[in-house]
């Protein structure tokens, strides 16, 4: 049986002298895992479209559950951000994070979209890294059913509230402190809030139509980072290398 599809490359891996293993996001069927046979070969028809970012339209022949690419047509390559090693190493992280996050069988078509609009956003947005990183992380952690509670402290309810539960994914007052959550908390101000709600909550259109100062900005990178890795429990060796390149 052949299937046509649209994916983004989230993984090449090696996986023999002539082929290669692809891991796909799709909006209709999440991820999957197809054979590129002779994608490792000079000259190989798929290379474009097989690439790592490369978003493009695949006709998969199917046999017993296991998808082996036909042809392959580049829709999308994200060239400019392939000029560039910050910005290429944010991407792969950005992918990293998008195959964790999604499942086989699973219909994926806002992270699909979310991951789109990201790489896009690097390559002809003249946006900061930082805020194209914050935006993905908190979105995708929305997406991935963690979106944390932004309006009020929980416990007495102020407007006001001065730090975020990164486990609980909650805010508190400073003096307000729940003995269930032993979690690490982060210091958040009223603009890091705001554009964190806006985030979470905004028209996927309109997700980079906001500014804050370099200050708050700072703030909020380091919070959404903090709060995925805390709710996946786990670190990315992709953001490792990103963060490293600015050591």
Known sequence: MYLTIQGIVLRVTDYNDRDALLTLLTRRYGK?????????????PLAAACQLLAYGEFTLFEYRGQYTINEATAI??????RRELT???????????????????MPSPELQSLLLNCLHALCRLDLPEKQIKA????????????TPDLFGCHLCGSQSPERFD???????????RSG??????????????????????????????FYVGEETMEMLAKLTEAYLTTQLERGFSTLDFYKSLFL
């Not at 908390?185 to 980079?208: G, H, S, Y």
């Open 32 to 44: 999957l895992t197809v054979k590129a046979r002779g994608l490792r070969r000079k000259n190989s």
């Open 180 to 209: 269930e959550s032993q979690g690490i908390r982060m210091p958040v101000t009223p603009a890091v809030l705001e554009a964190m709600r806006f985030i979470c909550l905004c028209n996927p259109k309109k997700i980079f139509s």
């Open 135 to 146: 935006v993905f992380e908190l979105r995708a952690a929305c997406l991935s059913g963690y």
């Open 166 to 176: 990164l486990s609980a994914g909650q805010l508190e007052c400073i003096h307000c």
């Open 76 to 81: 999308e390559l994200f060239t400019p951000l």
């Open 87 to 105: 910005k290429l190493s944010l991407g792969t992280y950005f992918a990293q994070v998008a195959e964790i996050l999604s499942q086989e069988d």
